[in-house]
């Protein structure tokens, strides 16, 4: 049985319409990322679960019951806010423990269970501070805590590491992976940052223009992706535009403009013979190759433990590649070549109206 | 430098234009003759013993205090239920209705004190406390709804979503996260209020009969037969009274914002 269950769940805002309807099943102690641009749908989504927004149509499901109309106060639902939403004239622990007082706990047993909360995210000992003389992640640490004390059924999480500088967003990454690991307590998590929606989910649900685009796990996204958008937005992805010439067996080949060999690679469903499509290959496929395809060195950027070249192709096309060795500078004609089976031939996301657009009558 | 000193100077004859006049009542008050004259060439407590012994002027002190405690008290709770209903409607509405709760401040005093002195009449009121608070209560909520439809305005609402998440029912929300988010704003509207109440003479002079009459009406008709010092004795009570609100209020603002 599913812990959350969205039944066809759609919403307008006015004429604007900012979901349609949408089906998505969340298991008993899953971690779902929505992934998205801003503008998708996600955090209308993430309100909507919470209570915060009525949908238009549709109905949510927890388990068995129906908790379409139910207020957000009977929902149990643990909210972590972009910005933290702390109550800025309460102490820390005052904060945590409001979810319990409101639930009437004895006093006791929210003393008890405020100081395993803050154990639990860290905190020891901060009780008593006020909100603002915590940092930004001190901060996000005890939302996390004020969230995840009242025992919800569902934690609900809206880009929760936005505010936070690089070092610290990995760190805390890695925190709420290790929470939710220990804890299995079901989770939904609003981003935009796909690095985040890796680490952290079992399965991704990839929103654009209102909808799921598509709903795997990071490897079916990476590998899998159903179309140029989903290519686009995992990982880094170079994409070559062309035409399917042939398709056979689940496999394509596409002939590119400037390109003299048409590029044969796996296909995705929604590719049709004569139809435009494009080909995705990654910058770590992409290494030198004796006789190779002629690629002139725009740039090279020294990223650490690799280095990323951006090459020029006949036609105007541009790719990045991770894995070329050698001492070669800008300019410099390099022989490329790629193993055929890392190929994809995607579909061209259509370009449906997007939102607020011409939909308006 | 000395364009620094130039500006100081201009500040302090500035503030000493603002501030002078209404301190120079107060050495009046202390004078030993029966005229007020500045500064006084004897100096005793005489005419505060006259004003405080006297049961005339303690009774308009006393319901001078309570018509600007209870109009506080009213326009406090409506100003800030009003305030609070304005948040909540859309940018139109809201330029309407802030214009409507605004208009006592604009309106001429005169012209309300006409149309208020015809309601009383005709309603039987003339000279009772319920008329002085109902229209005192009319010139002070337009800064209750201004100072907490301030306080409203930075509040940020996701706190109030967050406490509903949290599982607190509106009324808790209300009492544990809106209010005390707030109080500043409520506490300033209701230090206005108080000392628009208490300085209030045009609409009191119309509306305030024997039976409820309030110090500054008490000290316009003083005036008006002789001028003695127990005048300024009763306008130095006032700046007292007028300054603890108004130093009081900044420490319980400052006690209570976050």
Request: aromatic fraction near 6%; proline fraction near 5%.
């Amino acid at each position: 049985m599913s812990a959350v269950r969205f039944q066809a769940i759609a919403k307008s805002f006015g004429p604007v319409q900012a979901l349609l309807p949408v089906d998505l099943e969340i298991a008993q102690g899953e971690f779902l990322t929505l992934l998205g641009p801003s503008g998708s749908g996600k955090t209308t989504l993430l309100n909507i679960c919470a209570g915060y927004l009525e949908p238009t149509s549709g109905h949510l499901f927890v388990g068995e019951r129906d908790i379409t109309g139910l207020p957000p106060r009977h929902r149990n639902m643990g909210m972590v806010f972009q910005n933290y939403a702390l109550f800025p004239h309460m102490s820390v622990a005052e904060n945590i423990a409001y979810g319990l007082q409101v639930r009437r706990f004895a006093s006791e047993d929210i003393r008890r269970r405020v100081a395993g909360a803050l154990q639990m995210v860290r905190l020891d000992g901060l009780g008593d501070r006020a909100i603002r003389q915590l940092s930004g992640g001190q901060q996000q640490r005890v939302a996390l805590a004020r969230a995840l004390v009242i025992e919800p059924d569902i934690l609900l999480m809206d880009e929760p590491l936005g505010a936070l500088d690089r070092q610290l967003r990995k760190e805390v990454q890695l925190e709420i992976r290790r929470l939710h690991v220990s804890q299995r307590r079901t989770t939904i998590y609003v981003t935009h940052d796909q690095e985040e929606a890796l680490v952290m989910s079992d399965r991704i649900a990839v929103m654009r223009a209102g909808r799921i685009v598509q709903l795997g796990s990071a490897v079916d996204l990476y590998e899998r992706p159903v179309d140029t958008f989903v290519a686009k937005f995992i990982g880094e992805s170079n994409l070559l535009a062309g035409i399917v010439v042939s398709l056979a067996d689940g496999r394509a080949c596409l002939t590119v403009s400037g390109i003299d060999q048409p590029l044969a690679g796996t296909a995705a469903p929604g590719v049709f013979a004569g139809s435009p499509a494009a080909a995705l290959l990654r910058p770590e496929a992409i290494y030198n190759r004796a006789g190779g395809l002629k690629a002139k060195v725009l740039e090279r950027v020294y990223l650490g433990e690799i280095v990323a070249v951006r090459l020029s192709l006949a036609g105007g096309h541009e790719l990045w590649s991770r894995r070329l060795a050698g001492e070669f500078s800008a300019s410099d004609i390099v022989e490329i070549g790629w193993d055929a089976n890392v190929v994809s031939i995607l579909p061209n996301a259509s370009d449906e109206p997007q939102l607020g657009g011409t939909n308006a009558e | 430098m000395i364009g620094r000193i130039a500006l100081n100077a201009f500040v302090a004859l500035v503030a000493a234009f603002l501030v002078l006049p209404i301190v120079a009542v107060v050495p009046g008050a202390f004078s030993a003759q029966s005229f007020i004259r500045l500064p006084p060439e004897t100096w005793s407590l005489r005419w505060w013993n006259t004003f405080f012994a006297d049961p005339s002027w303690r009774r308009t002190l006393i319901s001078s205090l309570q018509v600007a405690m209870l109009t506080t008290f009213v326009s406090a709770t409506a100003g800030t239920a009003a305030a609070l209903g304005i948040a909540r409607c859309g940018p139109r509405v809201q330029t309407v209705l802030t214009g409507i709760f605004l208009g006592p401040i604009v309106t001429p005093v005169i012209v309300m004190a006409v149309a208020l002195y015809a309601m009383a009449l005709s309603t039987g009121l003339v000279g009772t406390m319920t008329a002085l608070v109902a229209a005192h209560t009319m010139m002070a909520l337009p800064y209750v709804v201004l100072n907490v439809g301030v306080s409203l305005s930075g509040l940020d609402r996701r706190l109030l979503l967050a406490a509903a998440g949290l599982g607190a029912d509106p009324v808790r929300v209300f009492q544990t996260v809106t209010l005390p988010l707030i109080a500043p704003g409520v506490i300033g509207g209701s230090v206005f209020a108080f000392v628009t109440s208490f300085d209030e003479v045009v609409l009191s002079i119309f509306l305030a009969g024997p039976a409820a009459k309030t110090l500054p009406v008490r000290i316009w008709e003083e005036i008006r037969v002789e001028y003695t010092p127990v005048v300024a004795v009763a306008a130095s009570v006032m700046l007292v009274l007028a300054l603890m609100a108004a130093i009081g209020s900044r420490f319980a603002a400052r006690k209570l914002s976050p």
